[in-house]
């Protein structure tokens, strides 16, 4: 059974940091495409940054510089390091995971990111 579980998430200060955490069961987790997106109520969910199987990555302009994509296959975990945070990060954050194979994708249930004063 694939699972996707993030964690990390919370209420920060702006220009505060926090490291949210994607823990992934039941697949290939090596194999697949892994992503960080986010969600404003309301709002669209968008692409905040992404992985590749072969530790490529790529960033949306917003958290460029200050946002860090990473992954552990030996753990089978991926990280987002979210730096000098905004008020505008606020939102309901995704980590996904596509399959290059099966093409199958797969989410988790979203963790909840506050930056507030």
């Known amino acids: 059974q694939v699972q996707l579980v993030e964690s990390g998430g919370g209420l920060v200060q702006p220009g505060g940091s926090l490291r949210l955490s994607c823990a992934a069961s039941?697949?290939?987790?090596?194999?697949?495409?892994m992503s960080w997106y986010r969600q404003c109520p309301g709002k669209e969910r968008e692409l905040v940054a992404i992985i590749t199987d072969a530790g490529s990555t790529n960033y949306a302009d917003s958290v460029k510089g200050r946002f860090t994509i990473s992954r552990d296959n030996a753990k089978n975990t991926l990280y987002l390091q979210m730096n000098t945070l905004k008020p505008e990060d606020t939102a309901v954050y995704y980590c996904?995971?596509?399959?290059?194979?099966?093409?199958?994708?797969?989410w988790g249930q979203g963790t909840q990111v506050t930056v507030s004063s």
């Open positions: 996904k995971a596509w399959a290059p194979i099966t093409h199958r994708t797969s």
């Open positions: 039941g697949f290939t987790f090596s194999a697949c495409v």
